[in-house]
């Protein structure tokens, strides 16, 4: 069964046939693996079920005020999984809305996730349509939801949930790809709720950002002589046009993916499709479920993605943190510079990540968390919302 993963615009998966971790992990990949190893070593492989217990046993929290939920909150009808993972309550929470839609980012937030927790309470929540929220329901009951204002309404349930639950009366929201739309709804409707809104591959204005991206995608296959990607690209010109297809998004996200728009340096999403399939925190069904929600959200959503326009909404009530890919086309990162530029914000600050393109938190994890600590965490810290830190002494 294929697994489509995807990112702002996930019918990028549907049109490349992204593999499914399934199918990648068995098959062809498994015997050249088997077939290369030496003679000599007997030694049985690690089972699927080992590899994720040892990862599991790794990341458990073990402090006395830490926090490790995977719980279902009822919201607006429907079961919704959250997972809720920090060292000590007493560090501020941070929402992660993840992209997509229906990308959950939970099976595989244990690539990168870890070392916030020394910071914050991390909190993962699969949206209406994604993951184990899907799995969890039926498309029948959540289809009324799924809007944009209406999975707005989801998140700040959620948020409404974390607040009262934890007793914080503000939280930070980090918004990935598809989650940036709901981030900005959210903190355009509910600015006292946040200590700031956080971007991350921020969709601006879904139409233009299709151009952008088709035009770096056709420049670099020009400049590497890709005869068939030049070929495939310029039989939709002039792009995106007045009707934009399936197909044609899924050939201009195939080329932006390969040179390097999604992830810097790499020229598919395997890497991603892999450590998903051994998280300790998706079982079998859940990882199906991720391929199911997204063609099940595509008919609902896709069209309002398309439709996003951010272009003149640029007054936010509460601080802005914006991360950009130096490289990212699947958000273009100069589209959300000029955005960014025309911010009006109690405070804002631009970082720009030089190795990334989309999947700053995978691409560049280090200086990911660093800036969280030092952007973000002093918001919190300001208003005494934070575990006490570590002391240091010279001598």
């Known amino acids: 069964m294929a697994m489509f993963r995807t990112h702002l615009l996930f019918i990028l998966a549907v049109a490349i046939g992204m593999a499914s971790y399934h199918a990648s992990s068995a098959t062809a990949p498994a015997a050249a693996s088997s077939a290369a190893a030496p003679t000599q070593d007997k030694s049985p492989l690690m089972s699927h079920d080992e590899v994720t217990r040892i990862l599991e046993s790794n990341r458990k929290i073990v402090s006395p005020n830490g926090v490790d939920e995977r719980i279902k909150v009822r919201i607006n009808g429907i079961d919704q999984w959250l997972s809720i993972r920090g060292k000590d309550r007493r560090?501020?929470?941070?929402?992660?809305?993840?992209?997509?839609?229906?990308?959950?980012?939970?099976?595989?937030?244990?690539t990168f996730q870890t070392p916030w927790e020394d910071y914050f309470t991390v909190v993962q929540w699969d949206q209406r349509g994604a993951g184990k929220t899907y799995a969890a329901n039926s498309e029948q009951a959540?289809?009324?939801?799924?809007?944009?204002?209406?999975?707005?309404?989801?998140a700040a349930q959620v948020v409404q949930y974390l607040r009262q639950h934890y007793g914080k009366r503000k939280i930070f929201l980090l918004g990935h790809s598809w989650g940036t739309v709901l981030g900005v709804h959210l903190a355009q409707l509910h600015p006292d709720w946040f200590y700031a809104y956080i971007s991350v591959g921020q969709v601006v204005n879904g139409r233009h950002n299709e151009e952008v991206g088709y035009s770096f995608a056709l420049r670099e296959a020009l400049a590497h002589g890709n005869a068939q990607a030049v070929r495939e690209l310029k039989a939709m010109a002039p792009y995106p046009g007045p009707k934009l297809t399936l197909d044609n998004i899924g050939v201009r996200s195939k080329w932006e993916m390969y040179y390097g728009g999604l992830a810097y340096g790499r020229q598919d999403y395997q890497f991603e499709d892999d450590a998903e399939s051994l998280s300790p925190d998706y079982s079998h069904a859940d990882l199906v479920a991720i391929g199911k929600g997204s063609l099940f959200s595509l008919?609902?959503?896709?069209?309002?993605?398309?439709?996003?326009?951010?272009?003149?909404?640029?007054?936010?009530?509460?601080?802005?943190?914006?991360?950009?890919?130096?490289?990212?086309?699947?958000?273009?990162?100069?589209?959300?510079?000029?955005?960014?530029?025309?911010?009006?914000?109690?405070?804002?600050?631009l970082v720009t990540f030089a190795d990334s393109a989309h999947m700053i938190m995978q691409e560049q994890p280090?200086?990911?968390?660093?800036?969280?600590?030092?952007?973000?965490?002093p918001l919190a810290q300001k208003a005494g919302d934070a575990a006490p830190a570590e002391v240091a002494r010279d001598q």
């Open 366 to 377: 280090g200086r990911f968390l660093m800036h969280l600590v030092t952007d973000a965490l």
């Open 142 to 154: 959540m289809a009324p939801g799924m809007t944009v204002d209406g999975m707005t309404d989801d």
């Open 299 to 349: 008919n609902h959503l896709l069209q309002p993605l398309l439709a996003v326009d951010f272009d003149h909404t640029t007054r936010f009530d509460c601080p802005v943190i914006v991360f950009v890919g130096q490289h990212d086309y699947t958000t273009a990162h100069d589209l959300t510079e000029k955005w960014f530029g025309d911010i009006h914000a109690p405070s804002k600050r």
């Open 91 to 110: 560090n501020p929470i941070l929402l992660f809305l993840h992209g997509g839609p229906a990308s959950p980012a939970m099976p595989e937030a244990y």
